[in-house]
Nanobody
Framework: QVQLVESGGGLVQAGGSLRLSCAAS????????MGWFRQAPGKEREFVAA????????IYGDSVKGRFTISREIAKNTVYLQMNSLKPEDTGVYYC???????????????WGQGTQVTVPS
């Protein structure tokens, strides 16, 4: 089975930076698309960013475009989310996701991590 483990969350002041990591293990393939979602208390899950299996194509949610950067190291089966200029609105649980279909990844990914908390106090 596929397992995704996030790390790197924490409390950061507004304007600061964090880098989240997601390590994949088990039955995974380098061709899998991977991405990040987040969910704030009382709000729906929100798409943050995604990257293709090759690592050459990335997409971002409008709320994070220009501030967050997704990348991956295929050899390590790991995806990263570099978060800069953090705002209180970025607070939430961040989930790593993966799917062998880039189309499904954006809506209903097959695999999810356990989530890591990011808190940006106001």
């Amino acid at each position: 089975q596929v397992q995704l483990v996030e790390s790197g969350g924490g409390l950061v002041q507004a304007g600061g930076s964090l880098r989240l990591s997601c390590a994949a293990s088990g039955r995974t393939f380098s061709s899998y698309a991977m991405g990040w979602f987040r969910q704030a208390p009382g709000k729906e899950r929100e798409f943050v960013a995604a990257i293709s299996g090759s690592g050459f194509t990335t997409i971002y949610g409008d709320s994070v475009k220009g501030r967050f950067t997704i990348s991956r190291e295929i050899a390590k089966n790991t995806v990263y989310l570099q978060m800069n200029s953090l705002k209180p609105e970025d607070t939430g649980v961040y989930y790593c996701a993966a799917d062998d279909s880039c189309l499904r990844l954006g809506s209903a990914p097959a695999y999810w991590g356990q989530g890591t908390q990011v808190t940006v106090p106001s």
